[in-house]
């Protein structure tokens, strides 16, 4: 049997403030621990030949309800994360995109992520996508809309026209922090994912134990529906 091919790899990054709570630190602190694990990760995909795509799940649509000030700080993170790794962008031929409804951020935010994509749009080695102010439904629904608002039917062709993400289906999800849920990340495009899930929190997530997920997906026997 021939190994799976892995093309498009997304994660649910979990488990930055139970990481932080079990050490006595503020939340921040495992939210600036999980910005390394990205780097990493990040690094790992761009160097694997087959990997093309790689979406992370970095604030969902219902964020939103966690504290103001943890909000406040996240997207303080976010925007100097972004900013920082242009470089890094551009030494590891790293295009840098978005999904979500952007509208809620900042100026200052928007200014740097249009700026970070301007500057990668030609690097093809891999894609990193950040799912901002993300939810599968919301995704859904928008789709849906831009079906109609175009005089189109809202078919299957139509609505995957339209999504936030028209690059290839996921072929492995990974979820880190032991939770064993979808929690609303990339509905449509995981019909037919592999889902792996791993009780290590984020900041400890390493390319070891990636590898090893990889590898395992590889010899998994994928049908889509059929024997």
């Excluded at 831009?146 to 995957?160: Q, W």
């Excluded at 064993?180 to 390319?207: G, H, I, M």
Aim: proline letters at 3%.
């Amino acid at each position: 049997m021939a190994e799976n091919t892995l093309r498009h790899l997304a994660i649910i990054m979990d488990g930055n403030g139970r990481w932080a709570k079990e050490r006595g630190l503020r939340r921040t602190k495992g939210h600036e621990a999980g910005i390394e694990t990205v780097r990493k990760v990040t690094e790992f995909c761009a160097e694997d030949p087959e990997i093309e795509t790689l979406t992370l799940y970095a604030f969902s649509t219902e964020n939103w309800k966690r504290p103001k000030m943890e909000v406040d700080y996240l997207m303080h993170l976010l925007e100097k994360y972004i900013r920082v790794e242009q470089p890094r962008y551009m030494e590891y031929d790293i295009r840098f995109e978005t999904i979500g409804d952007m509208s809620p951020f900042s100026s200052k935010l928007l200014r740097t992520m249009e700026e970070t994509k301007a500057l990668t749009r030609g690097n093809s080695r891999l894609t990193q996508i950040l799912a901002l102010n993300y939810g599968g439904r919301d995704e859904i629904v928008r789709a849906v809309r831009h079906c109609l608002e175009a005089g189109e039917i809202p078919d299957e062709a139509g609505i995957g026209r339209h999504l936030d993400t028209p690059y290839i289906d996921v072929d492995l999800m990974i979820r880190t922090s032991g939770e064993q849920r979808l929690s609303n990340f990339l509905l449509w495009q995981l019909s037919y994912t592999e889902l792996a899930f791993t009780d290590t929190y984020w900041p400890d997530f390493d390319v070891v134990e990636l590898r090893s997920i990889v590898d395992d997906f590889k010899r998994r026997q994928r049908n889509y529906g059929g024997i």
